[in-house]
């Protein structure tokens, strides 16, 4: 059996090039989502990298964790937090692995989080309904299979894509306020460049 990539080193190893792979500006879905915010929530940023979405969601008045597994990303989140003048609490962790807490946040953003497969996502979307407070809102982007065709972004595996009848399925549990399937131009750094096959989805946990 050929051995797995060690996720944490295959991600330091893209941090570390000079520069924010992603950009330094929000995620556009995110910020669109500007007016279901409000300050002084508690945020939770998944997967959040090199932080330009978490640092957006600080400047909103949030208290934001910052979570992701590579240190090397978040010596720039850290860095873009203080050039923004905000403040960021940063956990280094596993995704797979991470004991999500319970009823903590007011909001969850999770932006291209696609690494994941099937039975690590599965885990990963019952973390961050668990981490919701009652009321809470998820805030997702992801590629829908069609991203294949475009390869401006995301990895070449069609089963870490996002369908509607998958994110229907994951968070049917859940009050959808906002479910869209469409192609647009992206800009985000090096990394998420071009046209893109995107689907976005708000949802509010029940309770």
């Given amino acids: 059996m050929a051995q797995q990539p060690d996720p944490r080193a295959h991600w330091n190893e893209r941090f570390a090039a000079p520069g924010y792979r992603f950009g330094t500006a929000p995620n556009r ?6 007016h279901r915010l409000r300050a002084g929530q508690r945020a939770l940023a998944v997967a959040d990298g090199e932080g330009r979405n978490g640092v957006w969601l600080a400047r909103q008045g949030l208290a934001v964790t910052s979570v992701d597994i590579s240190p090397v990303g978040q010596q720039k989140a850290r860095a873009l937090a203080k050039e ?4 960021l609490e940063v956990v280094e962790a596993d995704l797979a692995a991470w004991a999500w807490p319970a009823a903590a946040y007011d909001v969850v953003a999770a932006i291209f989080i696609q690494f994941a497969p099937p039975p690590v996502r599965a885990k990963i979307f019952d973390g961050m309904k668990r981490a919701l407070k009652p009321g809470g809102l998820l805030i997702l982007e992801g590629y829908r299979p069609k991203q294949l065709d475009y390869g401006t972004g995301g990895p070449p595996v069609a089963e870490n894509m996002y369908t509607r009848a998958l994110l229907e399925g994951a968070f049917g549990d859940m009050e959808i306020l906002h479910l869209a399937e469409y192609d647009a131009e992206i ?3 090096t990394g998420h460049k071009g046209m893109s096959a995107l689907i976005d989805l708000v949802a509010r946990k029940r309770g």
């Fill in 29 to 34: 879905f995110l910020e669109s989502q500007k």
């Fill in 84 to 87: 923004a003048g905000v403040a």
């Fill in 187 to 189: 800009e985000e750094g």
